[in-house]
């Protein structure tokens, strides 16, 4: 299976909202709601932030949010803050039990 | 807390085989499936396959199958992932991760660096 397709790389101000989108298939995000995000700052192992295209582990801060329409999955970073500077993965599952990842993207605030 | 602790660093030549452990506690092994992900430098992240701990069944991503065998050794609480005819490409850091649901890894472990050069 492809990797989603995520935008290489996107930016914002502190205390602006970003988005990142991750699109794929009616075989992957738009066949299932089991979309979920990841954080990776540099040399560090990946973090989950999203699970279920919308919900939140504990302890993630309200200030990210899942949505997805059609085959498109979006992350929404609201209230940008330094710390939010790192690279962001999609990851859907893909049938047969089977998972892809999005190429990943990387947030630079300003 | 829940952790998995994975081994050290691997040098490989091309050709041979690696086999990376990845030693679970804090949670009840058997409960959980082990995701394993890898990364090569500068690039995102690839999922290889997951196992189920309590059966042992396995689904490996189309791009691996035949090269990854990925193991369990219940009374120690530990997954093994071991790639063969290892090639150049296929340096990365390889990550276990529980999960926690379809599509969820909520642990990840803390990376193991394989190296394949001649």
């Known amino acids: 299976q492809s990797a989603l397709t995520q935008p290489r790389s996107v930016s914002g101000s502190p205390g602006q909202s970003v988005t990142i989108s991750c699109t794929g298939t009616s075989s992957d995000v738009g066949g299932y709601n089991y979309v979920s995000w990841y954080q990776q700052h540099p040399g560090k192992a990946p973090k989950l932030m999203i699970y279920?295209?919308?919900k939140r582990p504990s302890g993630v801060p309200d200030r990210f949010s899942g949505s997805k329409s059609g085959n498109t999955a979006s992350l929404t970073i609201s209230g940008l803050q330094a710390e939010d500077e790192a690279d962001y993965y999609c990851?859907?599952?893909?049938?047969?039990?089977?998972?892809?990842f999005g190429g990943g993207t990387k947030l630079t605030v300003l | 807390q829940v952790q998995l602790v994975q081994s050290g660093a691997e040098v490989k030549k091309p050709g041979a085989s690696v086999k990376v452990s990845c030693k679970a506690s804090?949670?009840?092994?058997?409960?959980?499936?082990i995701n394993w992900v890898r990364q090569a430098t500068g690039q995102g992240l690839e999922w290889m396959g997951w196992m189920n701990p309590n059966s042992g069944n396995t689904g490996y991503a189309q791009k691996f199958q035949g090269r990854v065998t990925m193991t369990r050794n219940t009374s120690i609480s530990t997954a093994y992932m071991e790639l063969s005819s290892l090639r150049s490409e296929d340096t990365a850091v390889y990550y276990c991760?529980?999960?926690?649901?379809?599509?969820?890894?909520?642990?990840w472990g803390q990376g193991t660096l394989v190296t394949v050069s001649s």
């Open positions: 991760a529980r999960g926690d649901r379809i599509a969820v890894a909520g642990t």
């Open positions: 279920d295209v919308s």
């Open positions: 804090g949670y009840t092994f058997t409960s959980y499936d």
């Open positions: 990851c859907s599952y893909a049938g047969s039990y089977n998972v892809v």
